[in-house]
């Protein structure tokens, strides 16, 4: 909103030519997602804890360390959003495409989960929307999006899968690309909402990846870096930077709370939505496979969930004492702040690794 009001008075004030670039629009989107979360994050907090009285559903079989955090409030991802949202429309280039797809994506994953969790505090249980009705939604959210992504794209780019150690080879994957787009948002937003377990764990990661596609979307948005580093141009991407800072001061905004012992959890609203909006930027900058190693820790969280049901259905045993991963750690002893410091290294890692196959190539 404040590119098309200020930017065109930049010959007459200095000052608005700021408004041009998008490395500063995307320090603008930061701090105001930030400074959002800081003053309207206790009322948020507040009022959600006198809708709640008896906060978010605990698992009886879970680890026995979860049980003091009965009473404690959920729905906190309505945070994040609200940051989020009104940050972006405020810093971001309105005419462009994109950023409007990822909001589309990131307020539809929400909703679903908002309803997920009005059902659980309604139920008082951790079971809510159904889990196929959920999936049937979330595809039907994710193939819209594609479709709007294609039609946007260059022709050459639009259902081509990049490789990060490839420069010059894409494959193209023609319609087939919709259904394998839709698997990688869909599989962000729910491997993003397994991960989301102990406090602060998933939203440090989150953010990581937020920095990093961040950076990645204002290279691959430039001409001039893409052919330097000779990574895929995508025309338009550049503005995504803007939502990915908005994405972070949120994410930054919200652990302020989140931190142990939370006042508030996520909840299915936030981890659903960031999980979509990560998930759709990776389609959009076609970096999904860098997704998968950037984000490798929800990779490897879904993955011990998917062995720990096969293994139990097929031979009655389980490979892990909990799944997610993060609940096997806790059980073997490790506190809960050690399981997420521990996990917050291996994503920073991870990041550093996803960033290193820009030169790769």
Not at 74 to 89: D, F, Q
Not at 159 to 164: D, E, G, I, K
Request: glycine fraction near 10%; charge should be positive.
């Amino acid at each position: 909103m404040l590119y098309q009001i200020l930017s065109p008075f930049a010959h007459d004030f200095i000052l608005f030519n700021l408004f041009r670039y998008i490395t500063f629009r995307t320090g603008g989107a930061l701090f105001t997602s930030l400074l959002i979360c800081f003053v309207f994050g206790p009322r948020i907090i507040s009022w959600l804890r006198r809708q709640q009285s008896e906060g978010q559903p605990i698992r009886n079989d879970g680890p026995e360390t979860h049980l003091k955090k009965r009473g404690t409030p959920t729905m906190g991802g309505l945070m994040i959003l609200i940051a989020v949202i009104v940050s972006t429309l405020l810093w971001v280039d309105l005419a462009n495409a994109y950023t409007w797809i990822v909001l589309f994506v990131t307020l539809g994953f929400g909703l679903i989960g908002f309803i997920d969790d009005y059902q659980k505090l309604t139920r008082r249980s951790h079971h809510g929307l159904p889990g196929k009705i959920r999936l049937l939604i979330q595809v039907v959210i994710a193939v819209i999006a594609i479709v709007a992504i294609i039609c946007v794209t260059p022709r050459d780019q639009a259902t081509a899968l990049v490789f990060p150690f490839a420069k010059d080879f894409a494959l193209q994957l023609g319609w087939f690309f919709v259904a394998f787009a839709t698997f990688v948002i869909v599989g962000a937003s729910n491997a993003v909402n397994l991960t989301d377990g102990l406090d602060g764990l998933a939203t440090v990661p989150v953010l990581i990846v937020a920095l990093c596609f961040g950076m990645i979307s204002y290279l691959v948005g430039n001409l001039v870096f893409a052919n330097y580093l000779q990574i895929h141009h995508v025309p338009g991407a550049g503005e995504l930077a803007v939502f990915c800072g908005a994405l972070v001061g949120a994410c930054l905004g919200f652990l302020w709370y989140n931190a142990p012992p939370a006042q508030v959890f996520m909840g299915d609203t936030g981890s659903l939505a960031l999980g979509s909006a990560i998930g759709t930027i990776s389609v959009i900058i076609k970096h999904e496979l860098v997704l998968a190693i950037i984000g490798g820790l929800f990779v490897v969280e879904t993955v011990s969930v998917i062995i720990q049901v096969a293994s139990f259905k097929l031979t009655g045993k389980r490979v892990f004492k909990m799944a997610p991963l993060h609940h096997h750690f806790e059980k073997l002893g490790w506190s809960e702040p050690t399981v997420v410091i521990r996990f917050w290294i291996i994503s920073c890692i991870l990041g550093l690794i996803g960033l290193a196959t820009l030169k790769l190539r």
